[in-house]
């Protein structure tokens, strides 16, 4: 096993060893609390451009679920097609795995993706300097080559271009899906998706970088999906509902897609609900700034408070930025609040059936609990 050593933009080093791709790295570095769902973070499209370090310290000994495709093309155990992290950085890789659902382990399938993961670092103290410091860039430097020192840019980058699809896919409850070209017309599409199925309830969805999860948790409502491109403007399909999708990076990259949510705004009968960084999009529609937090929010074990109320929740998470309440205009209002840090987790109008979530109801992985806020969008449908 070839030594590496992790070195973060303020100098510290972390010494380590490389049982995934060997390939040298450089990213945003930022640290996840799970005890588990490495399979699920590492293929949630939301980590492009990260290093992740899990903070569990035992990695591996689950392996990895097959990476089978279901007829309508998404993947059963996955969160995307592919792995999007850069990295995955870890204490104690555990080179044995076991369960029912394993086919490999984490080192072979890292391999095959040609995804670098190192074992051997201290992720507390990692993480301790992380959160002293705040969020930095790193790289993953093999000791045996050190002139192979790789350069990445994080901040300003548009992550949510290289991950968006660049078609329209429709999928039905039934399970299947169609594609069709961006260069359609409004009426082509339109024509196509009501002979397609007339009987259930579109919702155009924003593809930001989504999660599959998200997709399946619509699908399993019966409404009809109609995925598109980040930057596409749907404003002349006919649809029930809009849904924003989570996605990586720094959301004021994505003016195309704040443009077009303000466009259907001025349907103000139209059901919209937007996750994660479709929350930021969101809010940056009805005029809030967004913020990056000093460490991000990543884990199984985020409490929320919904605001109004005493009902407080158990979240999955995955931002680095985040809504600034100071910044929402009259007309909205905070939905949920972190019980840690007390930044913005949701936001609500107050008149209009339009609201988000910074946290995960879709989990995947992780707790849960406010799946139903999937059942309260599609019953405004
Ligand atoms: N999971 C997400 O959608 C993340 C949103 C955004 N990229 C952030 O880091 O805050």
Not at 32 to 50: F, I, K, R, V
Not at 159 to 188: H, M, W
Not at 314 to 340: C, K, R
Request: hydrophobic share 35%.
């Amino acid at each position: 096993m070839r030594n590496v050593t992790l070195i973060l933009d303020d100098g510290s080093r972390f010494s380590g060893k490389s049982f995934g791709y060997e390939k040298p790295v450089a990213g945003e570095v930022v640290f996840n609390t799970a005890m588990t769902g490495y399979p699920e973070s590492l293929t949630d499209p939301s980590y492009a451009g990260q290093l992740m370090t899990l903070t569990y310290p035992l990695v591996g000994n689950y392996g990895v679920p097959p990476f089978t495709i279901e007829p309508n093309g998404l993947a059963t155990f996955m969160e995307s097609e592919k792995i999007h992290a850069e990295a995955i950085i870890v204490s104690d890789y555990s080179y044995e795995y076991s369960h029912w659902n394993a086919v490999e382990s984490l080192g072979d399938w890292l391999k095959r993706e040609q995804i670098p993961g190192i074992t051997g670092i201290d992720t507390r103290e990692l993480t301790k300097v992380l959160r002293e410091h705040g969020v930095m860039m790193g790289k993953i430097v093999f000791d045996d080559e050190p002139d192979n020192v790789p350069e990445a840019a994080y901040a300003g980058v548009n992550y949510v271009d290289r991950v968006s699809c660049k078609e329209i896919i429709c999928y039905l409850p039934a399970g299947t899906s169609q594609t069709f070209s961006v260069n359609s017309s409004y009426a082509q599409l339109n024509s196509q998706f009501s002979t397609f199925n007339s009987q259930f309830k579109k919702v155009v969805l924003v593809d930001c970088g989504v999660k599959t999860n998200i997709i399946r948790c619509l699908l399993k409502r019966n409404v009809e999906v109609i995925r598109v491109p980040w930057d596409y403007d749907y404003n002349g399909l006919e649809f029930d509902g809009l849904f924003i999708s989570n996605g990586p990076g720094d959301p004021d990259t994505c003016d195309a897609a704040v443009q077009n949510i303000r466009k259907a705004m001025a349907n103000e009968k139209l059901p919209i609900f937007g996750i994660c960084m479709g929350n930021q999009l969101l809010s940056k529609a009805g005029g809030a700034k967004i913020y990056k937090l000093k460490y991000g929010h990543r884990s199984h074990n985020q409490p929320v408070r919904m605001v109004g109320t005493e009902r407080c929740f158990i979240t999955s998470q995955n931002h680095g930025y985040a809504v600034d309440n100071n910044t929402l205009s009259a007309d909205w209002e905070p939905l949920f609040i972190n019980m840690n840090d007390g930044s913005n987790e949701g936001i609500k109008h107050k008149k209009n059936p339009w609201f988000s979530a910074q946290f995960h109801p879709e989990a995947a992985s992780g707790p849960t609990d406010t799946e139903f806020l999937f059942d309260e969008f599609v019953k405004l449908l």
